[in-house]
């Protein structure tokens, strides 16, 4: 079988959509996409899908994205989708950064080393589907080629293209509520 159903207390964020909380200027673009859990190499992930043909969706395949507002129209027609996912697209100037287990689950606090970097940052951050992870949107180009490292406390992922992220639209709090200039 290859559908995922993670256990209802992981599913539970990612169905808690606050999508007018996402910045308008993610929530205009024509580069999102649904999502929906699935197991591969026998481990559950998160596959996008194309709004409009109900089919794989690619995150270098402009043809396979759509507008936020059809994406939430199919979420509303296809119950096995679990959410809108945003595809960072060369020169769109939009950068992402994922923190993963960076939310401590018995407090719901930021670690330590996730606080810092929500901090330095200084721009639109929001839970991820899990609950257990924050993503921060940036005005940004990475610097490098390098995207994932891991650290002892969690792992952290950086792009700016042919990748997408989930978007809950949970905003953390105290974060700008717009995408902000970080290039710096």
Request: with cysteine; glycine share 8%; aromatic share 8%.
């Amino acid at each position: 079988m290859n559908d995922f159903t993670p256990p209802a207390a992981q599913m539970q964020p990612a169905v808690r959509h606050h999508l007018d909380q996402v910045p308008e200027s993610l929530r205009g673009k024509e580069q999102w996409v649904a999502w929906r859990y699935q197991v591969r190499n026998d481990k559950p992930t998160k596959i996008p899908f194309d709004a409009k043909s109900g089919r794989e969706a690619s995150s270098t395949d402009p043809r396979t994205w759509s507008s936020l507002a059809e994406v939430v129209h199919a979420l509303g027609e296809d119950a096995t989708l679990s959410g809108p996912g945003f595809v960072f697209a060369k020169d769109d100037g939009f950068c992402g950064v994922d923190l993963d287990r960076a939310i401590d689950p018995t407090s719901g606090a930021l670690k330590p080393w996730a606080e810092r970097i929500v901090r330095d940052l200084d721009s639109y951050c929001e839970v991820s589907p899990s609950g257990t992870g924050v993503k921060i949107f940036l005005r940004a180009t990475k610097p490098g080629k390098r995207c994932r490292t891991s650290i002892e406390e969690g792992e952290i992922e950086i792009y700016d293209q042919a990748r997408y992220f989930t978007v809950t639209g949970r905003r953390w709090q105290g974060t700008p509520a717009e995408v902000e200039d970080r290039q710096e």
